[in-house]
Every structure is written in structure tokens, then in C-alpha cells.
């Protein structure tokens, strides 16, 4: 959509976020934008579609691509989240690459080169999780990122930063907006996603499974919204707010169980928990139900994965039929 009479001042500027699963990119990305947009958890593999997040810092928008973490993996499934992942910086005016210090920094580098397979924009280190590391500022970063530089030579500075404590961040936005070309912006005033709400319900629902469900349960759970009604703006009685119908899609029949819990004590848990994180998201009362539902080998079906926004990698295995 264009946007008319625009200021003359205006920049708009467009970041990929990328980097190994849970070095803290969707971490990063809710401290810049101020909010809990993305979903963040302890484990790996949490973020499974790239989209917009976005934030104006005075006339410059700040259009932040949050991805998966890529990894190395032959499964279909995992093959989509990477194309996710690559598709996310396509477009870019630059890249955050997200190196975290509490890990094996220079593989990342390595690992980075080879997932990610093809050239980028030009891109900035952002080393995370500085809090973890006593002593910072005695790591050798500067030599680290000129070693890293033979293997991608689009690196041009680096920053050392903390999400938890927000250290060194505001030195990351300034940059950031000092990068912007001058541009009308992109999104309209208030819009903080080119994803509809009806995404960020399913990702606060897997959220819940996430944080309430451990091991691997949560990797076998797909949400799907299958009513979606808003009354706040329609004159219906006795209808009033957001009513959301959705579908927790489950790998194994006996994951079902784990999901609904005694007497659905578990269902009734996530429902609760993940309808606050709607409310918020929404401003008004919301009416959230949930079903768990099995399908079998929900992640090799094509028409699962498009429906939750993963379609086919440039390296698919192969054409995926429903049966
Ligand atoms: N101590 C500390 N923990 C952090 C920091 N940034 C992120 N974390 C933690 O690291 C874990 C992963 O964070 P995420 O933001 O979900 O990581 P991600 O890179 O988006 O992960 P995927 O979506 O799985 O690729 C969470 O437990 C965060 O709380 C940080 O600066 N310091
Ligand atoms: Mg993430």
C-alpha cells in the first residue's frame, strides 16, 4: 500500500535477523520493538516463519524480519523453517547476524556459511547474551570478526549486546537509524506486523505448549485457527469481543492425552495462559477455544505446512500429496 502525503524527513529501512536457533534473535527483536511480539522460550527452533516487526525510532521506520534459526537438517519440515530463514533476508538493506557468546562463537560462523549458502547483504555481528560472559571486554572479538570476515566477507562491524539487560542496544537502533536511506515508510502508523493476529494466535498458543508441556511434545504441535470472529466493531447482541476457535494438531495419538491432561486440566491451562497473551495483543475480551486434534505426520503433509505458512524449500525432497 502507498502511503501519500509523507513526511520529507522520512526513512524506512529493512533488517534480517538471522542466526543459529536460540541465540536470542527473537529476544533481540521484542527488546528494540518494546513489546513481546515474538514468541521467545529456552529451546531451540521456537521461531517458525519469517515476518515483519516493525518500530519507528522519530521519522525513521525500522522494518525488523524475525526468522528461524538455521540448522543443518535432511528432514522436509526443517528444510521449510531454513527456506524460511533465507527467504527472510531476501530484500534486506542489511543483516543482524546473531552469534551467541555463551556458545561455540566461531562455529556459528561456520554453520552460519554453509546453512545459509548464497550471498548476503551487507551484515553486522551482533555477539548476544553478553550478561552470560564474565569479563566481556577481554574477549578477542575484534580478531574473531576479522577471522569471520574471510569466510563472509559482507561482515562489515560488530556490536556486543545483551536482550536481557538491554546493554549496548541503543548503540545497535542508532546505527541502525543512521544506516536508513531516506524512503517513505513502508507500513501506516500503529502497525507492528505484516502478519494478521490470526498468526500470533497460533504462535501464543504453541507458546503455551512450550512453556507448560516439556521434551519433545511441543516440536509434534501445530495450531491452527479455524474461526476467527471479531465483534468489538459489529452491533450484534449479546456478542461482544473476539471469539477464536483453534486447533492443536498433535503427531501421535498419545500425544493427545499429554495435551488435554486429567479431566483437561492441561488444554484448560494453555487455554487460559494464552488467551491473557491475546487480550494484550487484541486490547479487549477474547473468547478462546481449543481442540487438540491427531494427524498423523502433520510435519511431511503439504497441506499442513502450507496452512501454518510453510511452503515448499528450493530443496523440498519432493512433491508432498495428501494420501
Ligand atoms: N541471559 C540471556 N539470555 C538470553 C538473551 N537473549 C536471549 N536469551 C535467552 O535465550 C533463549 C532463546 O531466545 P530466543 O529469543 O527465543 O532465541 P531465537 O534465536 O529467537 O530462537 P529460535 O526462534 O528458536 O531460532 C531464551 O531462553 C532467552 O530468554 C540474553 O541477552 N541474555
Ligand atoms: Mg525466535
Redesign the pocket.
Known sequence: MLITDQHPNNRSITVAVL????????????YLLGMNL???????????NRYHCVFTVDHTEIILV????LHRSNKEFNKRLNQQAREGSEGADLNLL?I?L?GEVMQQFFDFKENFGRELAPTWIVF?????IENVEALPLTEVVEKARELLPEIEKHFV?????GDNVHLLTGAICDRAPSSPHLYMDGSVSNKHERFFVTEYIREQVFNLIKEEVPYEVAVVVEEYEDYREKNIPNKVGTSISAAILVNKPSQRGILVGAGGSMIKKIGMAARERIEEMVGGQVFLKLHVKVSENWFSNNFVLEEIGLPRALDSNRVWRKK
Do not use: M, Y
Request: charged share 20%; no cysteine; proline share 8%.
Open positions: 542466526g543459529a536457533p536460540n541465540v536470542g534473535k527473537s529476544s533481540l527483536i521484542n515474538s514468541v521467545v522460550t529456552s529451546r531451540p527452533q521456537t521461531t517458525r524475525d526468522t528461524p534459526g546473531i551467541d555463551s548476544s547474551k553478553a550478561d552470560l549486546i545483551s536482550a536481557k539487560n
